[in-house]
């Protein structure tokens, strides 16, 4: 025993450490806390004990304020050079009476998505739901191209509950570039193979519909029954000089392959266009496991119809 009391000895701290306490926070906090521990060996009537104690309590009406409350505020959409704890000051002097900052930075900028301060609110009056601040007029601005469809331009394509989608590829731009073409816009394309959404940037307003001119397409000679419709065409009966004939045989021809054009093959792009709007608007609701078994049969069909189209 001796030798165990011997070894506790030497085991002994020399090292003292004092310890500053902050009691004007604590005392302020519990200053209104009643704290009791109730020792019996019966079943306690919680109802009745909480009575007992509120008669103790009897706080006076006079020491409660019912006009002012804290509230924990969060501050969003501040740049990078501005989340500092002296805006987080003036902001929350101008919503209310600043209590608290809840700032965490190694330097005077905090890196994190938003600034976090308890502010003392007259519930009476309305509320601040934001402020509008002077922006500097910079060359180097970017400004973030908003894209019309889906919100989403990535998916992992997992099944399930494990299915991801997040806007990762975006458009940018300075202020010159916008200057340049004040009409540009971005339109996310339905994902038909890709994990990742096409994107595409027009840098002018979309121009009057005009009709195409006329292209004879290599897909027509895959398809045997443009033979009769060029014959039937080329071989109408007309009058006048061989100049004029072959004019007008031309241009019955090129009449006659639009219309066949039209009536043949209008079904499968029209059935891609079809299946691209579905596509579309499937990618832009809630991941479900319908959805994504809808999404999955709709890209299967829709390569294809490409393929088709390509072959033709």
Not at 44 to 56: D, F, M, V
Not at 132 to 146: G, M, V
Not at 147 to 174: C, Q, V
Request: charged content about 25%.
């Amino acid at each position: 025993m001796d030798s165990i009391i011997h070894k506790t000895q030497s085991m002994l701290f020399e090292d003292h450490l004092e310890l500053e306490a902050d009691d004007t926070s604590a005392a302020k906090e519990y200053a209104l806390t009643l704290l009791a521990k109730v020792i019996s060996s019966k079943k306690i009537n919680a109802k009745l004990a909480y009575t007992i104690l509120l008669k103790a309590w009897n706080p006076a009406k006079d020491e409660i304020d019912f006009h002012h409350s804290p509230f924990w505020i969060r501050i969003f959409g501040l740049p990078p050079n501005k989340m500092t704890k002296s805006n987080a000051e003036k902001i929350g002097a101008r919503i209310g009476n600043l209590k608290e900052i809840d700032f965490t930075a190694d330097g005077n900028i905090a890196w994190c998505k938003f600034l976090r301060i308890q502010v003392e609110i007259d519930i009476q009056k309305s509320i601040h739901t934001g402020f509008h601040r002077t922006k500097e007029a910079s060359p180097s601005s970017w400004i973030n191209l908003r894209g019309k469809g889906n919100p989403f331009t990535w998916s992992n394509n997992w099944p399930l509950l494990a299915n991801i989608r997040e806007r990762l590829d975006k458009a940018y731009a300075n202020i010159a570039w916008c200057t340049l073409f004040p009409y540009a816009s971005v339109t996310h394309l339905p994902g038909k193979a890709s994990d990742h959404l096409p994107i595409v940037l027009k840098t002018h307003k979309p121009l009057s519909y005009e009709r195409k001119p006329f292209k004879f397409e290599a897909a027509w000679i895959r398809d045997p029954t443009s033979f009769y419709v060029v014959q039937s065409a080329w071989n109408q009966p007309l009058m006048g000089t061989p100049e004029s004939v072959l004019c007008k045989k031309v241009e019955s021809t090129s009449k006659a392959l639009r219309k066949w054009n039209y009536s043949h093959f209008r079904h499968i792009q029209s059935r891609i266009g079809q299946l691209t709007s579905i596509l579309d608007k499937i990618q832009q609701n809630q991941s479900s496991i319908r959805n994504l078994e809808l999404e999955r049969n709709i890209k299967l069909e829709l390569q294809e119809q490409l393929r088709r189209e390509e072959w033709l």
